[in-house]
């Protein structure tokens, strides 16, 4: 299929999410497009891997809320539990382990808003789904973490960029998945002299030093999960 072709069924695509996405499509890059068509494929596609396991659906780092709403989606047809975890602010203070060739700040990508993911989610849900299963929660990993009682979890995504960030969701998250259950690693990178965000790959080696998981790379993506033994 040439490059055209393929961009066409893309846009068609991404027409009939436009509400999810929150853009408008008619005037995105045909660049951006793929990459946009990508993350819902790919997301999609390993959160279904995981709906006939019993137990939540988490998202930490929700940003423009996305990923969050193809989440909800496929929630929503399992009747899972859904939660959804950001500071709402950007981001906590970096550490040594985030030093990288960008500039990283406290604050960084504090543009999301929670009433903006909030209706991305109630455009694919029901308002009683809604109600009684999806909890998003505003604040630090550090802070909302330990607080939040999720249960049993079949699917964590992670999105945290910073290596403190992602230690928080190991440190309270990894033992709550399930056998089977799948952790997406947004940030992890097969090395890190030229990550945006090396903490992320940091904080997946110093974690799973000692534990027996087999850290995976989606060939059609380029992106890193866990199948959890």
Same mark, same amino acid.
Request: net charge negative; glycine share 8%.
């Given at each position: 299929?040439?490059?055209? $072709?393929?961009?066409?069924?893309? #846009?068609?695509?991404?027409?009939?999410?436009?509400?999810?996405?929150?853009?408008? #499509?008619? &005037?995105?890059? $045909?660049?951006?497009?793929?990459?946009?068509?990508?993350?819902?494929?790919?997301?999609?596609?390993?959160?279904?891997?995981?709906?006939? %396991?019993?137990?939540?659906?988490?998202?930490?780092?929700?940003?423009?809320?996305?990923?969050?709403?193809? $989440?909800?989606?496929?929630?929503?047809?399992?009747?899972?539990? $859904?939660?959804? &975890?950001?500071? &709402?602010?950007?981001?906590?203070?970096?550490?040594? @382990?985030?030093?990288? =060739?960008?500039?990283?700040?406290?604050?960084?990508?504090?543009?999301?808003?929670?009433?903006?993911? @909030?209706?991305?989610?109630?455009?694919?849900?029901?308002?009683?789904?809604?109600?009684? =299963?999806?909890?998003?929660?505003?604040?630090? &990993?550090?802070?909302?973490?330990?607080?939040?009682?999720?249960?049993? %979890?079949?699917?964590? =995504?992670?999105?945290?960029?910073?290596?403190?960030?992602?230690?928080?969701?190991? @440190?309270?998250?990894?033992?709550?998945?399930?056998?089977?259950?799948?952790?997406?690693?947004?940030?992890?990178?097969?090395?890190? @002299?030229?990550?945006?965000?090396?903490?992320?790959?940091?904080?997946?080696?110093?974690?799973?030093?000692?534990?027996?998981?087999?850290?995976?790379?989606?060939?059609?993506?380029?992106?890193?999960?866990?199948?959890?033994?």
């Amino acid at each position: 299929m040439n490059s055209m $072709l393929k961009n066409f069924f893309f #846009i068609k695509l991404l027409r009939k999410s436009a509400r999810i996405l929150g853009y408008k #499509i008619d &005037f995105l890059p $045909l660049t951006l497009i793929d990459t946009i068509e990508s993350k819902i494929e790919y997301v999609t596609r390993l959160s279904r891997r995981a709906q006939n %396991i019993p137990g939540a659906v988490v998202e930490c780092g929700l940003g423009n809320g996305v990923s969050f709403a193809i $989440l909800a989606k496929d929630a929503y047809v399992a009747s899972k539990d $859904l939660y959804g &975890f950001d500071s &709402f602010e950007g981001f906590p203070e970096p550490v040594k @382990e985030d030093d990288s =060739h960008y500039e990283i700040k406290k604050g960084g990508w504090g543009n999301a808003e929670q009433k903006a993911v @909030e209706q991305k989610v109630k455009d694919v849900v029901s308002a009683e789904y809604f109600e009684k =299963h999806v909890k998003i929660t505003p604040g630090f &990993f550090s802070d909302t973490l330990p607080k939040t009682e999720t249960g049993p %979890i079949s699917f964590l =995504h992670l999105d945290g960029d910073l290596y403190q960030s992602y230690m928080d969701c190991y @440190e309270n998250l990894y033992e709550k998945v399930v056998p089977g259950g799948i952790i997406l690693i947004d940030e992890y990178l097969n090395g890190t @002299e030229y990550a945006k965000y090396p903490g992320g790959f940091k904080a997946a080696a110093v974690f799973f030093a000692d534990k027996e998981v087999d850290i995976c790379r989606d060939m059609k993506s380029g992106k890193y999960y866990i199948v959890k033994r």
